[in-house]
C-alpha cells in the first residue's frame, strides 16, 4: 500500500480522481490538500469533502484549504469547464422536494493549512511519502520554501501537468496547472525528488464517452455511478461544445491510476524547465525527448505513451464495483 497525499484544486476531473483514489487498496491517502485553481480554494475545500461525504468514506483523511492565489500571479479558474461551483454544477441539482441533491458537507476542515499539512506527513512519512498534484503547484512550493529540507526526503512526486509535443490548453504552449502557476512549478520541479509528469499529451488521449458512463450507470445503478453520471455532465457538455467528442478527457483520474497501476504509462527521463518570464509563452514545459538527444542531468520521468483502452476499462470497472 503506497502512502499518498492529494493536492488539488477540485474541479471534475479532480473529483473522479479522488473517487479512484479513495475506492482504490493499493492507496493509503494520507491527506488531502486544496490549493486554487479550477475554482477558488473556499469551494475546491468544499468540493473535497462533498466528494468524501458522497463515497461515505467511514474515517476520511483530513482536508486542508491550502493557498488562495498564485505565489505571485494573479488567480486564473476556469468555471466554464468545470462549473461556477467546480463540480459541474451539482451543489445546484434540487429533488422534488425542492432539498438539494448534494447538500453542503458537514465534515470539518482540518485547522492546519495546506502546507502545513503537507509539510507534517513529509516529516513523518519521508520516503514512504508520495503526493499526487491535481493542480497549480501553489501549496508544494509553499511547503518546499518552508522547509526544502523535509521536502527533499519524500519519495516522489505525480504531477498532472504541462503539454511538450501537443498544444496547451489555457495557451499555445501551456497546460492550465502550470500556467496558473509557472513560478511554483518551477521550484517544484528543481527540489529533486523523483517526479513524474502526466502532461495533455497523454491524458488528452483518455476520453470518458458519456455513452459509456451511462450504461455503466444502468448496468450498476449505485449512488457512485450516480454521482459520477451527475458530476461529469457539465464537463462533458464543455467538451463536446467545443472539443467535438461527447465526452470527457482524464487527466487528473490516469495521474492517480498511475500511481496505481505505472505501466498504465510508458515514461521518458529527461529534464523538465518552466517558462517563468515571458508573457508569450508562460507556464510552457520545456524538455527534451527525442531519445537519441536526452541530457545527462535530469530531473523528471515524462509520460509519452498510455494505454488509453485498458485505463477507461480500469477506470470504469472500479467505480462500478464499489
Request: aromatic content about 6%.
Amino acid at each position: 500500500m503506497k502512502r499518498v497525499i492529494i493536492d488539488t484544486d477540485a474541479g471534475v476531473d479532480d473529483s473522479l480522481a479522488i473517487a479512484l483514489a479513495m475506492l482504490s487498496p493499493e492507496l493509503q491517502v494520507e491527506a488531502i490538500t486544496t490549493v486554487s485553481g479550477n475554482v477558488e480554494v473556499h469551494k475546491c475545500e468544499r468540493n473535497v469533502r462533498l466528494v468524501l461525504e458522497t463515497l461515505q468514506i467511514e474515517v476520511p483523511p483530513p482536508v486542508a484549504k491550502g493557498e488562495a492565489a498564485p505565489l505571485v500571479r494573479p488567480l486564473l479558474t476556469a468555471p466554464e469547464v468545470h462549473g461556477s461551483d467546480g463540480v459541474g454544477g451539482i451543489t445546484e441539482i434540487l429533488l422534488s422536494d425542492g432539498s438539494r441533491k448534494y447538500p453542503e458537507p458537514e465534515m470539518p476542515v482540518d485547522r492546519r493549512t495546506g502546507s502545513q499539512l503537507i509539510l507534517e506527513l513529509a516529516r513523518k512519512y519521508g520516503p514512504e511519502l508520495t503526493i499526487i498534484t491535481l493542480g497549480p503547484l501553489t501549496n508544494i512550493a509553499q511547503a518546499i520554501m518552508a522547509d526544502p529540507v523535509a521536502m527533499k526526503t519524500i519519495g516522489s512526486i505525480a504531477m498532472m501537468g504541462g503539454a511538450f509535443r501537443v498544444y496547451g490548453n489555457t495557451s499555445a504552449v501551456a497546460e492550465f496547472n502550470i500556467y496558473v502557476d509557472p513560478d511554483a512549478a518551477k521550484i517544484v520541479f528543481n527540489l529533486g525528488v523523483p517526479i513524474t509528469v502526466f502532461p495533455l499529451d497523454v491524458t488528452e488521449q483518455l476520453r470518458l464517452m458519456r455513452q459509456d458512463v451511462e450504461s455503466t450507470f444502468l448496468a450498476n445503478p449505485s449512488r457512485i455511478m450516480e454521482f459520477m453520471r451527475d458530476i461529469s455532465s457539465f464537463y462533458m457538455d464543455y467538451h463536446r461544445k467545443h472539443d467535438g467528442f461527447d465526452g470527457c478527457y482524464m487527466h487528473d483520474p490516469l495521474t492517480v491510476g498511475a500511481v496505481i497501476d505505472p505501466s498504465f504509462v510508458r515514461t521518458i527521463e529527461t529534464w523538465v524547465d518552466i517558462e517563468t518570464v515571458s508573457d508569450l509563452t508562460r507556464g510552457m514545459t520545456v524538455a527534451e525527448l527525442r531519445t537519441d538527444r536526452l541530457p545527462v542531468k535530469t530531473n523528471a520521468q515524462v509520460a509519452v505513451e498510455v494505454d488509453a483502452e485498458r485505463f477507461i476499462r480500469f477506470f470504469l470497472d472500479r467505480i462500478a464495483k464499489e
